[in-house]
Every structure is written in C-alpha cells, then in structure tokens.
C-alpha cells in the first residue's frame, strides 16, 4: 500500500507557465482533497472532490483548475502560474464520513 | 477573524519536559477536535482526535476541548526529541462535512 502519492517532488515554474501536479491514492477512498501550505497561513484547501466526477471550490480557488480523472487520481492544475502560488503542495484523501485524512509527501513549487 | 487560531511559535522546550500546545476557534458548531503531526518536509498525519468537551489521553499525549471558552489543548509528556514537529488543530461540525479547517501550526523542537 502506498498510500498517497504526488508527482513531482519539486518543481520550478517561470511566470505563465503551465502546469499539472499528480495525485493519486490506492486506499479506495471517495474524498480527495488539494491543499496548500504557506508559511504564516497553515493548511488552506484549494479544491476537493466528493466522489468521482464531483468537484468543489475550497478557500482558495483562484488560479487552479482539477480533475477527478477515477476513483484513485485527482489533478491540480496551473493554467498560468504566478509567483503567489508558490507553495507546498499537498493532497489528502479520506473515507467519506470518516475523520481522518492522509496526505501526501507534498510538491514543493517555485515560481519565479 | 479565522476561525481557528493558533500560536505558530516557534516553540522550544528541554527533553522531559510538559508542553502545552493551543488553539481558539470561533465555530460553534465544531464537535470534533483532531489534532495533526506534520514532520519536517512530509505530510501531515493524523494524531488524536476528541469528541465535544472533555480529555482524552493516547499514551503521552492528551487532548483536551473546552466547549464553552472554545479552547483546544495538547499535552505532551514527557516530551522526547522524536516529537520535534509542526502540530496542527483542526476542528469539524461534522465528519460529512468535507472542508476541514486547520489551524496555522505551532513548530516545536524538543532539546536533547
């Protein structure tokens, strides 16, 4: 069991480039999750999905669009990065109805 | 106002000793009260979690909810060098609701 698994580790991005960060998780949960991380400001959640074929905003939308490719891989994308999305990136899913969320190792992104 | 408040420290204290960590929040309708571990460049994971007002003790570990000052605690024992990380509350209504709420963390070193 791997758990959660994100691809890349790291990442730089130059101002307008596009990106997909990967997410995928084999524990055959309903609930995923993006959040990022930033210093001062904690866990914010970007997006998550309910289920397969769902999506909803969190906290902090602006900028990111998902995917809920299955039932074990959602996907962040960044149309157009900007130096502000530079953060650490994580992905956590859970049982429907249960506690507790897993994460991921993160995604460390650099826009510049 | 956030709704979750949280001291980020950074917070450093000598092996052996208690340490307190805290969280106000603004919700009344949080129930559940978990706590998060997050090691340096990893994900976080899940701790402890408490239901309503009350104590709960996990070993060295021991979570504590005042509903009424809207107050959340971590007790720490005998505090070891291996529980040098980031600590995370995140209260919820309910275990339906898919947003969770982190607080920002507060970063504790335990001093050999």
């Known amino acids: 069991n791997a758990g959660v698994t994100q691809t890349p580790k790291f990442q730089v991005l130059k101002t307008g480039q596009s990106m997909t960060l990967q997410c995928a998780q084999d524990?055959?949960?309903?609930?995923m999750y993006w959040y990022r991380q930033d210093p001062g400001m904690g866990l914010r959640l970007i997006y998550y999905?309910?289920?397969?074929?769902?999506?909803d905003k969190g906290e902090v939308p602006n900028g990111y669009n998902v995917s809920r490719l299955n039932k074990r891989e959602f996907s962040l994308r960044l149309e157009s990065a900007a130096p502000s999305q530079t953060s650490v990136y994580f992905c956590?899913?859970?049982?429907?109805?249960?506690?507790?969320?897993?994460f991921g190792p993160g995604t460390r992104l650099t826009v510049t | 106002q956030k709704e979750v408040e949280q001291d980020p420290g950074p917070l450093s204290v000598p092996e052996g000793a208690i340490v307190s960590l805290n969280c106000t929040y603004s919700?009344?309708?949080?129930?559940?009260f978990m706590w998060y571990r997050q090691y340096s460049r990893k994900g976080p994971e899940l701790l402890m979690y408490t239901y309503s007002s009350g104590n709960k003790e996990d070993g060295r570990f021991t979570a504590q909810v005042d509903k009424s000052s809207k107050y959340i605690s971590l007790f720490i024992r005998d505090s070891q060098p291996s529980d040098s990380a980031t600590y995370l509350c995140a209260p919820i209504s309910n275990f339906g609701n898919e947003k969770l709420t982190f607080g920002t963390g507060t970063r504790l070193t335990i001093i050999p």
């Open positions: 956590a899913s859970r049982v429907t109805g249960v506690y507790e969320q897993y």
């Open positions: 999905s309910a289920s397969e074929g769902t999506t």
């Open positions: 524990m055959n949960h309903n609930s």
């Open positions: 919700n009344s309708a949080f129930q559940y």
